[in-house]
């Protein structure tokens, strides 16, 4: 048997840390517009005296920061009611890689947008960047998961606090004035997270499908054992492989006393309604 200790392979602590770049991306994102706030309403506010002639009144301005912190908020709640969806439906690596990409095609909009003069493309990014967000918080600690040991799920999933914390101490530090909190960099400042992206998405393509995943949804034996091997940084795997199996068979277990009980209740049903009638 395999101690836990030696689970902790350095191949998986690298698939942890590449994953959990993604969550330190979007949280670095989430909360990076306090900072630069009263530059981002000149903007507004300078972008509508350019197109009509007249400054924003202050409570339509104020109205507009407050919707572009809350649009997150809607593609975040449509990334989390179909991430179980998209995870099985593409796999969990490519689920996260999608997710990212969102997540990062949603950042570049925030920072170019006061290059090209449209403020609305803050609104659309946020929003884009809250689906990847949506998808990412769902589906980035389900794949950590996936490839822990019972005894190492807590941990590794705790971790990505860890990685959300520090992402909020960088933002608040380079939100400073003195650094890029100003009105020359605080598009570089919303930008940066796309810099993160790039590594996490580069460094994604070499990481493993979910063992849990090839076993469980695709019956891909083989492949899970690659999976394992590869994660485990040995051969020996099949403990892992055992208890993939243990609870593959109990969740078909499962699935068929659900069905039987279903169906018990729906001949019974039909059985009472025509006594009934």
């Known amino acids: 048997m395999v101690s836990p200790q030696k689970a902790w392979t350095w191949q998986f602590i690298s698939v942890l840390v590449i994953t959990y770049l993604s969550m330190s991306a979007l949280t670095y994102a989430r909360v990076c517009l306090n900072s630069p706030s009263e530059l981002i309403k000149d903007f507004m506010n300078a972008t509508n005296i350019r197109r009509h002639g007249v400054p924003l009144p202050s409570e339509k301005m104020e ?7 809350a649009v997150i908020g809607v593609g975040a709640v449509v990334g989390a009611f179909t991430a179980s969806s998209v995870a099985d439906a593409f796999g969990r690596k490519m689920s996260i890689f999608l997710a990212s990409s969102s997540g990062a095609c949603g950042i570049l909009l925030m920072g170019i947008a006061e290059t090209v003069g449209y403020y ?8 884009i960047m809250g689906l990847g967000a949506g998808w990412v918080f769902s589906m980035a600690p389900a794949y950590v998961a996936e490839m822990c040991r019972p005894s ?16 909020m101490v ?3 530090i380079l939100g400073y004035e003195e650094l890029m909190g100003n009105e020359e960099y605080w598009s570089l400042l919303i930008g940066l997270p796309v810099v993160i992206f790039a590594v996490h998405l580069f460094l994604l393509m070499f990481c493993p499908e979910s063992p849990r995943y090839l076993l469980m949804k695709k019956f891909d034996n083989e492949g899970a054992k690659r999976a394992l ?3 485990r940084g040995t051969d020996d795997v099949q403990q892992d492989i055992d208890a993939l199996h243990a609870e593959l068979k109990e969740s078909s277990g499962k699935a068929q006393v659900y069905h039987g009980v279903a169906l018990y209740v729906h001949v019974r049903h039909n059985t009472i309604w025509r006594v009934v009638a």
């Not at 609305?120 to 929003?127: D, W």
């Open 170 to 172: 960088l933002c608040q």
């Open 229 to 231: 091997q590869k994660i």
């Open 120 to 127: 609305e493309l803050l609104f659309l990014g946020r929003a």
């Open 63 to 69: 109205s507009l920061f407050g919707l572009l912190q």
């Open 152 to 167: 190492m799920k807590a941990f590794a999933v705790v971790l990505n606090m860890l990685f959300q914390g520090s992402a």
